[in-house]
């Protein structure tokens, strides 16, 4: 049996894309904070959740992101966008690792949502064998 869990977050923060290097130092500390925020926050919904067969050896991950408005989106640099929640994810202990041995990453949802932007990830747990 497979367990699944959702974690709720804000929409990452433009700063996070890989379309927008940072061009300054002032660039680079905007980015570390936006990161270190993202982390912060996906770590401490993984731990509310209180997950008792944590850490999972294998799992996969889902993102679907709501925004108010319906357009074209890039997929790719979307998921890339949460490299700083997965990592808090790890750190909460959920998963063992973010490496492509323990986690596989589905390609994300677009959904509409004129009330509430925001992602949300839902990971599940894969046995191996």
């Known amino acids: 049996m497979n367990e699944t869990v959702t974690i709720v977050l804000p929409l990452p923060p433009a700063v996070l894309s890989p379309n927008r290097p940072p061009g300054s130092i002032g660039g680079r500390m905007k980015k570390a ?8 926050l996906a770590r401490t919904a993984a731990l509310e959740e209180g997950i ?3 850490p999972w050896e ?5 993102a679907v992101f709501y925004h108010k408005q319906k357009r074209r989106r890039d997929g790719t640099n979307y998921n890339a966008s949460l490299k700083a929640a997965q990592d808090g994810i790890v750190d909460a202990g959920l998963i063992v690792d973010d490496d492509a041995d323990h986690l596989t990453t589905l390609p994300p949802v677009f ?3 004129k009330g509430l932007s925001r992602v949300e990830l839902t990971l599940e747990r894969q046995e191996r064998g």
């Open 33 to 40: 904070a936006a990161a270190k925020r993202l982390r912060g």
């Open 52 to 54: 008792e067969s944590a």
């Open 58 to 62: 294998s799992a996969t991950l889902q």
């Open 111 to 113: 959904r509409i949502d």
